[in-house]
């Protein structure tokens, strides 16, 4: 494999860890709502809603069109306060402070988070300022696993998809990835269902400082 000189990152699920904070609160917030599931289907959705839009994930869950804004609106406000659960995944700052220092290397997120929340990242967290370019929910109408957002990094990085990888930790993040024309490093120590991603993976990264490798 050529060495990469582009590296695009997932937030959720692969920088930092933020499923606890997001899905006890998305169903509890649902269940206020009238929206209830069997202990299979909560594991269901954990695995395959978490990383995704927010209005994605509810309608997975089977949302009603005209519940979606009022839940989410409610979720993330509950989700929030509850922001002390979240944390780094142990090396990605060293991880990250190694790329930024490596030769014609590029930095970015593409994330399914929306701007104001990428904003709060970026002041939670001091390694946020090595992102050259920052994708998020708003800059595309289509969202993973379309490749669109992912498209829009590489193009906004004036970036060789040859030499380009996306960092991510659900099938989503694969299906845009390869959909992009761009390389996929799973990453497995944050997947809530690694299985998902290990077959179709360009690299497996065990921890964040595997990526080093590359």
Known sequence: MAQLHNFIFDIDGTLINTIDMYMPAMFETLKKHGYTYTPEEIDHLNKVGFGITADDALRLGNVKEADIRPIQTEWFQLAYTRQDQVTVFPGIKEMLDDLSRRPETELAVATSKLNYEYQNFRKRYYFADLFNVAITAEDTTKHKPD???????????????????????????????????VKFAAALYGSANPEAIQEGADILLHTPTDLEHY
Do not use: C, E, F, R
Request: proline residues 9%; hydrophobic residues 50%; glycine residues 6%.
């Open 147 to 181: 490749p669109d957002p992912i498209l829009a990094a590489v193009k906004a990085m004036n970036a060789d998809p040859a030499s380009t990888v996306y960092v991510g930790d659900t099938v989503n993040d694969l299906q845009a990835a390869h959909a992009a024309g």
